[in-house]
């Protein structure tokens, strides 16, 4: 059996460039490789590959990359302080057992650099943990001898998020005059090029009024489109007249709700207000700047034409630079309004409209009422609730006797 040591001796041996680190020790979040020796002798329809394949496909993709990145912290910290070993079978450097003590180390080795939030402490220890757990390691937050969560870890969680911890600004929902204000910033050339304004508003007033998520019509990266998953040009189909349609379909083909891309097919419907209509901005859109079926449905990129064959993309990013930018403009918090805004915001919309709660969650493709909780009510809602208990007709006290079988 091999024994790990641990690395040392020159610099080169005990402290590898961290490119090397990453190559050799980041990609670890798809898990151990899964064998068998007598199906692997035969190997019938590759169907090792076949599983592994499918087992690297259990977490998405952000959540990988976000494991990743929390990782190379830990590594660098292992690397600083020369704890990671090697073995004799000459593989190369390896991460060492993680201990609770260790892990307690590397949340003191965070707060020494001046990472003093609580939730990204914990978060980071949460990514070392899955690690663990993944590539078949102990629990690192367990106690060797007892089996159950070391309690000097827990108290040292405890004193972090008492001393660092933070009380979180509460996000808000986006109101129709917030909103407006917005979609006036923007269409007023300050903010975006006038090439580049009709791909906001149309973004803006659909994500509004389809309560959709960021990334359901957006795309991850600046460098590529994914026509599988990411929202396209083909995704939106016009209905009725030609020249000023009724509305339009839009396929969501990912989402955080959907993992196992279940298609959503939403509709949406002209609004009586021009420049508050997602119809509108969205077949103006089609109108000033077509493009093929596969590319991305909206393009932030910076320019000053809409010129055939340039470079497209609806990175997230791009979007939601321009989108924090607007929100300073218009004088509003972007800690408060954020691009989820948008989504609780036409809930919330909705709800002020007199729309039943339940058209709303489905609407929104809530499974459970939990969108209640980041949804805001109204004082007009508030008056007419306590104005409607002068108008009960039945004034005993109810009992449910006389409701029971």
């Known amino acids: 059996m091999c024994v790990p040591r641990r690395a040392g001796g020159s610099a080169t041996e005990g402290r590898p460039e961290a490119r090397n680190i990453t190559e050799a020790l980041i990609g670890g979040f798809n898990g151990t ?48 302080y020369s704890l990671l070993v090697t073995d ?161 379909r839009f396929v969501v083909k990912c989402s955080k709700t959907t993992q196992f891309r279940t298609i959503q097919t939403l509709t949406v419907y002209r609004s009586p207000d021009t420049a508050l209509c997602p119809v509108t901005a969205m077949h103006a859109l089609f109108k000033q700047d077509p493009r093929a079926s596969d590319e991305p449905l909206f393009d932030f990129t910076t320019r000053t034409t809409n010129s055939r064959g340039r470079k497209v993309s609806a990175a997230r990013s791009w979007y939601i630079k321009e989108y924090q930018k607007t929100i300073v403009y218009c004088g509003m918090s972007t800690a408060k309004i954020q691009s989820h805004s948008l989504r609780s915001g036409g809930a919330t919309a909705y709800l002020a409209a007199g729309i039943d709660p339940y058209i709303v969650q489905r609407m929104g493709r809530w499974r459970s009422f939990c969108w209640a909780t980041y949804t805001w009510t109204s004082t007009i809602h508030i008056k007419h609730a306590m104005e409607a208990i002068s108008t009960c007709v039945d004034s005993r006290p109810v009992t449910m006797d006389e409701v029971r079988w």
């Open 88 to 248: 004799y079978d000459g593989t190369g450097h390896a991460v060492p057992e993680i201990t609770p003590v260790l892990l307690m180390f590397f949340c003191m080795f965070m707060i020494d650099r001046g990472q003093t939030s609580a939730a990204s402490i914990t978060g980071y220890c949460a990514a070392v943990k899955q690690w663990c757990l993944l590539n078949d390691r102990p629990n690192p937050v367990h106690n060797p001898t007892t089996g159950a969560i070391d309690m000097r870890y827990h108290r040292l969680h405890r004193a972090i998020k008492r001393k660092y911890g933070t009380k979180s600004t509460k996000r808000e929902p986006l109101s129709v005059t917030g909103l407006k204000l917005i979609l006036r910033a923007i269409r007023s050339g300050f903010i975006v090029h006038s090439a580049m304004i009709q791909d906001y508003v149309a973004a803006i007033l659909l994500g509004f009024y389809a309560m959709l998520r960021v990334g359901e019509y957006t795309n991850l990266t600046t460098t590529a489109h994914n026509a599988t998953k990411e929202a396209s040009r083909g995704d939106v189909q016009f209905f009725g007249p030609t020249d000023r349609p009724d509305g339009f």
């Open 33 to 80: 490789r899964v064998t068998h020796p007598g199906i692997n002798s035969t190997n019938p329809n590759g169907i090792t590959e076949k599983l592994n394949d499918l087992l690297s496909s259990s977490y998405a993709v952000n959540t990988i990359r976000s494991y990743n990145s929390k990782m190379k912290l830990f590594i660098t910290f292992l690397n600083m």
